[in-house]
């Protein structure tokens, strides 16, 4: 990952302001405050780290606007949102490591009957690839990755290492499925009849829309029938589990192990924070946030943001769960109050 | 899935009666309440979607007994259970576009060693067979899964992409395995010596009953010695932790991301709802109900429902919950009788 | 796994002195308890077993020091912890069972330029290896498992079915990854702009220490940029989220389905016990112990037991939680307090 650039190059790429250093510095890697060496540019992204941006070796960093003193020598670049500005920067470089080379492998299986432009898709060894699969061009598939029958890839989608897309499900463009995702598993459906579950078949598929990134392991359940939808510019991290018929939004952020039960709608721009769980044939409004671990099971308003089991406003959950907290004092309150009302009666009489 | 069969059909099939309309109504199609057209048949299996059945466009629509009125014009065919009734509709269309072609794929591996029929095994793209395996007839080995050495797989068995069986560990027949669920991974086993973690060899197997079904990137491990045992008919959902030693009954229910530690036992008929997490060593009754992210961490009795952490009745559960909820109150009285009896005091004074 | 060894030869490996029992009693095979015939060793390994030690047909038990008498015509070896004296027993054995056989499957892909010795590692059918790959001696790359660009694998390594290892990351010696493990993923790194999340390129990779060990379906997110971190001798159980940039300490215990959010720091000797949550950014002290569900949102001190939501140290969430079981009694109290205090105003007036 070495490379070399100026402060004022970087100055450009980032859209910042030079606020200290000379414009021809030399940099020449990137790192963590507290890891980079004197030709690194690093960034102050949260203020959590202000004490390490204090201490950095850095030869510059990447600060927020209002950000004018920092440690001796070091070069500063003052821009709205350092996080996104570093980005910009990781980004550039590397694209110049990245290889995108075209063409089946030959430890790939592709059935004839899939549709694609070799000269324009990538299929990595191992990968299977299973009758009338289509792929858009740019689309890279990964080693081992299973694509089943008359699954549909959009165009730029990159499968990771032994993820699996079940048959007919539909991927937009710009698709991630990190290593182990599973699209279109069967859903969890079983009538009770005579002392048995009776499996229902999952006759449905999942359609993911596009710049939708699916997490390590994430598993997202195919429809009874019908559609499981992923809204466009979702971003879902590991270890979720999404039930058949879940329809999200656009634009959700759902983080690891949270789980949503079958038939369940989120808006737009929804967040679940680590360890959410929500019951099935719910439905949460836009905007909505829920704090890691919240529990669902009703309907939620738009725009508000909810926390504990079952979710609450967060303000009330909070309040509860600072009385809980005074639990001890007040029982000690109780038994001072019959003790004083005891010796009240007791002098009267 | 376009197909045509009449309302009388229809009935046959799910063994119910019309209620309404015309014996040769053809019905060409099939769909949630709310994407029907006016050829499809549909369902009212939920009172929740009683609104979506008023204003359907459904040709016909399956109802539970004693529903006799609906949206004009709709067909209606009443049964005990409509979902139940739904899903013999589904199979019976869905069997004449599945195919099942034995044979072993090219591009899969299988160790000579291997005991299966090639005329009724199905043996995928990629798959991996190793020695001693044993495959009973009728089953389907997905693309990309590993069976390893001395696993038996019974008869109509369906593996699908990317899952594996580990090493001796035994499946029932008619089992599933959704994508990415392994079974026989070593269980959780160390011992503390001099500073560090010594691993415990797992030299036990798992063994998996008749008719269970396995969901995406579950995971069961193998017994330390012995088996980890998943009794017949019993459902077990995606991302689902299940500890070395385990011995679950027959036709439970293990929905989604629960975690059931070592050792622990389950009775026959047991639903563990999503999120729930068992300790290690106890045991739980028949029948026993676990609701969503119930925290057992003792043994608990059979036939009844537990909610909370630690698990208690749920009737006890919730009114502990609901008390929570009035916890603020309760300390503005607490404060009021101090005033009071603060004044009463200092009247008499 | 039958095998014959006399009671001395079985005291002589596991350090323990014969309590009761011939030097020459014959022992041709191993099971639990409840479990072993008049030929088996077995163990007590947990007070929680001593009805079924009492009642077990075992040949010969392994007991912890101290127990003296059992059931008639069993003999006894006592030693300091029987449980891994019992492993001993069992490791032994296996190791006759296994089987390690170097060389590349011809149905695995190896990349050229990968740098390893085909007569010290074995490579199995459907694996993929990627450019620059590096494996160390003894090591077993497992069916269908991927290890991508430049990642390097230490000696006696052993990856399983399905596992991934993606680019540049480096596992040190004898790291086991169980089925489904995924190293690498890309951290869950987004930036909000304009209305969409733009995904930070995650650069950084994930360093596993020496003797570490990876449970099945688990994930590692890569750094964004620097490296994820879990030290030497640390287990880590399966379905475990461990988000970009975490540091995890050595001799580590993570059981099943806990969350660790990016950026957190946990010392030597911490335990997790199973669905722990983490945010992301906090620091925990060497030798804690969070006990199942706890939920950490704060840095946490050194040396002691958490529970509950919000983490606190156990006695104090425990006491809270016995009061909360009090809560109902409360209530009834206050009535009668303000009954009490409106009888004696009443009365008064």
Redesign the interface.
Known sequence: ?AFALTLSELARWVDGDIVRGGLDLSLTG???LD?ASPHDVSFLG?E?YYGQFLETKAAAVIVPRGVTSGPEGTALIAVE?P??AF?VV??HF?AAVRKFAPGV?P?A?VDPSAVFDPAKVRI???A?V?AGVTIGDGSDI?????I?DDAVIGRDCRL?????V?ERCVLGDRV?L???A?IG??G????F?E???????Q?GIVEIGD?V?I?????I?RA???KTIIGE?T?I???V?I?H?VVIGK?C?V???T?I?GSTKLGDYVTCA??V?I?G?VTIGDKVTLT??T?VTTDLAAGQIYSG??ARPMREAM???A??????K??D??KA??K??GD??AE?E
């Open positions: 990952m990137m790192a963590a890891a949260n959590k949102n996080s996104l980005a990781v980004r590397a492998h430890r299986f990595q060894a191992g299977v299973l990964g080693p081992n990755s299973v089943s990771m290492a032994n993820s699996s079940r991630i990190q290593p182990g599973v598993s069967d969890y459906g079983y009538e009849s002392g048995r579950h009776m499996k229902i078949d006759v710049d990134e997490g390590a392991n994430t598993s359940d009874r029938f019908g510019g971003k991290d590991n270890l589990q039930g018929n634009h952020l983080v690891s192990q789980g039960s680590g360890q769980g019951v044939h890691a671990r529990g089991k079952p309040k509860i769960e009385y809980s907290r005074r639990l001890p007040l029982i309150r109780v109050l019959e004083a009302l009240t009666v009267r």
